[in-house]
Nanobody
């Protein structure tokens, strides 16, 4: 199993960015995929999750209306589209996968597989 995030970078406040989570070694329909983030000197937090099998999506209140998650099962890739970015969105964004496909979108229990993360910096 491999998970590779990409698409991070520097963006101005109010800007947009799309980060990608490319997976291999499993089918998206058989896993629950989540996006998480960790800002400097802060704990990791849930951003959004998707269960491709039935299209169930969860999005944290802090990003609801600005971020949207989607999955391309043909490409085994999950995307996080981020709009109206704010300085407080600055963080390393991680993608994770769990074989317990009907699990909740929470940090615990620990997810099976994690990517290395991609840095998103929102600054003028």
């Amino acid at each position: 199993v491999h998970i590779v995030e990409s698409g991070g970078g520097l963006v101005q406040p109010g800007g947009s960015l799309r980060v990608s989570c490319a997976t291999s070694g499993f089918n998206l329909d058989d896993f629950h995929i989540g996006w998480f983030r960790q800002a400097p000197e802060k704990g990791r937090e849930v951003v959004s999750c998707i269960r491709s099998r039935d299209g169930t999506i969860y999005t944290a209140d802090s990003v609801k209306g600005r971020f949207s998650i989607s999955a391309d099962t043909a490409k085994n890739t999950v995307y996080l589209q981020m709009q109206d970015l704010k300085p407080e969105d600055t963080a390393v964004y991680y993608c994770a996968a769990d074989s317990l496909v009907y699990r909740l979108c929470t940090l615990d229990p620990v997810w099976d597989y994690w990517g290395q993360g991609t840095q998103v910096t929102v600054s003028s």
